[in-house]
């Protein structure tokens, strides 16, 4: 079963015209052909087991059989070290590291912290938490400079007001 | 003669980096499939029950998302996760997406919103999320991306598992497949940016998180002083400052995430050229704290960083070489008689072959039908090593002659072909 929901995905050929469809397929098999053309040698080496004199000169004559050995044997090698070098690794990684937990879970940000981080009063840094529509601003500085808002804009709470009412109620 | 072994082992370089580069990612991916993958029959809509559920919270920043954020709210609100909520971030759109918002708050009692009068950037806005968060994890998405069902599920397994895992990136699928870009795009992200993630997990840190699709722990955040404003990519940024303090970033293939891509070639050039910048930024800002002893385990992401950045430079000097010696004679040692190198091309071109397939294979497990993009996916050597090298070439000047402190804006991204989506 699909985990991808195919309706999700947007794969509508009819938002293109013909020619544009035509044009990528096209521009793709071309992408294919210029791929072959890198594959001329091995299509050389092929022609070459089939008797063919241009393989031959491709081959023989101009080293082409000398330069695959050699191409071989470095990539053979190069994949091999790749290969074991980044086994080992993962292997002393995950020998060294798994289940190795020397950070503890610490605690929540505090809302002091939190409010210091950022520059904003513990009231207002309350009320962003309860509202559900703000708007802020930022001051020259790049300090935030909050104006809560209720669902709608027109039951505008100012800030100073929040602000002065959590004042009030800490007094008392 | 010296200058002719120092040419020849730069021509060298160029051919045989990126045939090593795909053994190394193609050996990591393996090892991660039978190690992670192959093992664990589950598949991404059935997840395993948690030991504890804690709250999260959803930041959504988005700028003139009007076609897509309703959408992308929805998939949040459709969550098979017990407490949530989600806080969607508008940055001085100019398009409907601050009325759209509006009008999901009267709908929707879990839907919080945060208008910006003027252009913050993402980061800012994932900033004021952070703040304006009830709950200790936060998952951040991009305001056209649609997060699967179950993700939340296998996003929180890390942080609920391990007390170090500062972050979790998800598997993002490209959605719009209607153009050659698109198709080639969705070869992309199996053959590379999976392959590479996969590996990058294997040998220990990892790039980058995806910014489209990634949860973090707020205290592992606050840690690392949240998302930096004047990054041009804020994900690369705050990942590498979170793995320089220890935290582990995860990356988890279930939690799959459905995203738009461009599909003009401005719109993925202004996008590579972007995440190109942004990596040569933050080793910019970094490279000193990379070097130290208890940062080693970076070392490797940051090599591979440096590396390809000179391999970028390397092919360009060489197709240039190429092209004046078609026109004009060239001394000795700087003569390029082809860029077609023989027996090495083909393994080159058997080698793409041979990732593509790999890749293909390792990611059907997520999408059953992937094999059909096979034929699209010839094009990726061209859209990747050459579009990623001219990316950089171009980038690190921009980056080195960056002011610090300048913000990051955002700029309106191309969607791709669709037909209208409404909220």
């Not at chain 1, 000169?57 to 050995?69: E, F, H, P």
């Not at chain 2, 991916?29 to 190690?35: E, L, P």
């Not at chain 2, 199996?190 to 590996?199: E, V």
Request: glycine letters at 8%; hydrophobic letters at 45%; charged letters at 20%.
């Amino acid at each position: 079963m699909a985990a991808v929901d195919p309706k999700i995905c947007i794969d509508a050929p009819d938002l293109l015209t013909a020619k544009e469809r035509a044009r990528d397929t096209l521009m793709t098999a071309g992408m294919w052909g210029a791929y072959l053309y890198l594959w001329v040698p091995l299509i050389s080496l092929a022609a070459w087991l089939l008797g063919f004199q241009f393989a031959y000169d491709v081959m023989v004559r101009t080293g082409g059989a000398r330069d695959l050995v050699h191409v071989l044997k470095m990539f053979g090698v190069s994949i091999a070290l790749i290969f074991l070098v980044v086994t080992v690794w993962s292997y002393s990684n995950r020998a060294r590291y798994r289940g190795n937990n020397r950070r503890h879970a610490g605690p929540a940000v505090p809302d002091e912290s939190l409010a210091e981080y950022f520059g904003v009063e513990g009231c207002v840094l309350a009320a962003l938490r309860t509202m559900r529509r703000v708007e802020i601003d930022f001051a020259l500085d790049g300090r935030p400079q909050f104006f809560a808002l209720g669902a709608r804009p027109e039951r505008a709470i100012a800030r100073e007001e929040r602000c002065a009412d959590a004042d009030e109620q800490q007094a008392v | 003669m010296t200058l002719d072994r120092i040419v020849n082992a730069l021509f060298d370089f160029t051919f045989y980096y990126p045939l090593m580069m795909s053994y190394v990612w193609v050996t990591g991916a393996v090892y991660y499939f039978f190690y992670r993958e192959h093992a664990d029959h589950r598949r991404p809509d059935e997840p395993l029950p948690l030991a504890s559920e804690p709250p999260v919270s959803f930041l959504v920043p988005c700028h003139n998302e009007g076609a897509n954020v309703g959408e992308t709210i929805r998939s949040l609100l459709d969550q098979d996760y017990p407490s949530f909520e989600v806080i969607a971030i508008n940055d001085a759109s100019t398009d409907d997406t601050g009325s759209r918002l509006d009008a999901l708050l009267e709908r929707e009692p879990r839907l919080r919103v945060i208008h910006f009068p003027r252009n913050q950037g993402k980061a800012m806005g994932l900033r004021m999320g952070a703040v304006a968060a009830r709950n200790e994890i936060l998952i951040c998405l991009d305001g056209d991306a649609l997060l699967d069902k179950y993700a939340t599920r296998w996003l929180v397994r890390h942080f609920v598992d391990g007390a170090r895992v500062g972050a979790v990136t998800g598997n993002p699928r490209v959605r719009n497949r209607t153009t050659l870009l698109g198709k080639i795009q969705v070869g992309e992200f199996s053959s590379i940016i999976g392959l590479i993630k996969r590996a990058q997990r294997i040998y220990g840190r990892i790039f980058t998180v995806s910014g489209v699709v990634a949860a973090f722990r707020k205290s592992a955040l606050h840690d690392v002083g949240y998302w930096n404003t004047d990054m041009v990519t804020e994900d690369i940024d705050v990942s590498w400052r979170l793995q320089l303090k220890h935290w582990d970033i995860r990356y988890e293939p279930n939690a799959l995430c459905f995203i738009l891509m461009p599909e003009t070639f401005k719109g993925l050039w202004r996008q590579r050229l972007r995440w190109a910048q942004g990596g040569v930024e933050v080793f910019r800002r970094y490279w000193r704290q990379l070097l130290q002893w208890r940062s080693r385990r970076m070392w490797v992401v940051g090599l591979e960083l440096i590396v390809s950045t000179f391999w970028a430079y390397t092919i360009g000097a060489v197709f240039v070489l190429w092209a004046l010696g078609l026109v004009m004679p060239m001394p000795a040692p700087f003569v390029v008689p082809t860029i077609l190198p023989g027996w090495t091309g083909v393994i080159l071109g058997g080698t793409c072959l041979i990732q593509f397939a790999i890749s293909l294979a390792i990611d059907s497990r997520y999408e059953p039908a992937l094999g059909r993009y096979y034929y699209w996916m010839i094009w990726y050597p061209m859209i990747y090593w050459m579009i990623h090298s001219a990316a950089t070439i171009v980038s690190v000047p921009r980056a080195l002659a960056k002011k610090r402190g300048q913000r990051a804006v955002w700029v309106s991204p191309d969607r791709g072909v669709r037909p209208g989506v409404g909220a």
